[in-house]
């Protein structure tokens, strides 16, 4: 049988959800971005906010608060671009979400459900917790990840 979970334990958990909402924005962002370069060549701050639903200004405010986190680089009207630490952050990302959509795969899950609930959990899943969800991944289909 399991400990209850104490006030305290409680507690910890809620800070680890909103430090991984804290950077859940930045990292779907830079994400697309970089997905947006390899597939246009570029990412305009229009189609940052067609992809992510939102306004124009919203977009813009993310993108400065990304610039000042140092992930991503633009000047007015022109391209954005991603600085290494950005690109660093859209592969590691990318790499998270994969491993926790073939988890799901592995699981039975439907590849449509599988990308969209693994955009949600990729955020808060511990580097632990993954690197099982990796393990046993590969131990059940017979194929490394990655």
């Avoid at 334990?9 to 930045?26: K, L, N, Q, V």
């Avoid at 919203?58 to 991603?82: C, D």
Wanted: aromatic share 4%; glycine share 8%; charged share 30%.
């Amino acid at each position: 049988m399991s400990e209850p979970i104490t006030a305290e334990r409680r507690a910890a958990a809620f800070r680890a959800t909103r430090e991984a909402h804290s950077t859940e924005m930045a990292e779907d962002y830079v994400e697309l971005i970089s997905d947006l370069i390899a597939g246009r060549g570029e990412a305009r701050l229009t189609d940052l906010a067609e992809h992510m639903g939102v306004a124009h200004a919203t977009a813009a405010k993310v993108v400065q608060r990304l610039k000042g986190l140092g992930l991503v680089r633009n000047r007015p009207y022109r391209s954005i671009f991603l600085t290494d630490s950005g690109e660093t952050i859209a592969d590691r990302s990318r790499q998270r979400h994969q491993v926790v959509v073939e988890f799901l795969r592995a699981l039975g899950v439907g590849r449509e459900t599988a990308e969209i609930e693994a955009e949600g959990i990729e955020h808060h899943v511990s580097a632990d917790t993954l690197a099982l969800m990796e393990r046993k991944t590969s131990e059940w289909t017979g194929r490394a990840l990655g």
